[in-house]
């Protein structure tokens, strides 16, 4: 039998990702939005997409299989 793995042995390698994505979404939500700005859009619709981006990332998680799990 397999010695059972330890959650501080694997913490890192499954947190560290999620940590570093939620931080690069939080980190480009303002740019987005004054792009938009910039771009001509109004400041509901930049707010809405940026809303929109960070609840598509939210709800698929960080492994992109979302429709996977939508189906079921």
């Not at 913490?11 to 480009?28: D, K, R």
């Not at 987005?32 to 981006?53: E, F, M, Q």
Request: glycine share 16%; hydrophobic share 50%.
């Amino acid at each position: 039998m397999a010695a059972p793995v330890r959650l501080l042995r694997i913490a890192p390698s499954v947190y560290l990702p999620a940590l570093l994505y939620g931080i690069g979404q939080g980190a480009i939500a303002p740019v987005v939005a004054l792009s938009g700005r910039d771009l001509g859009a109004s400041v509901a619709s930049a707010g809405l997409v940026v809303a929109a981006a960070r609840a598509g990332a939210s709800g698929r998680g960080h492994s992109g299989r979302g429709a996977d799990h939508a189906d079921r």
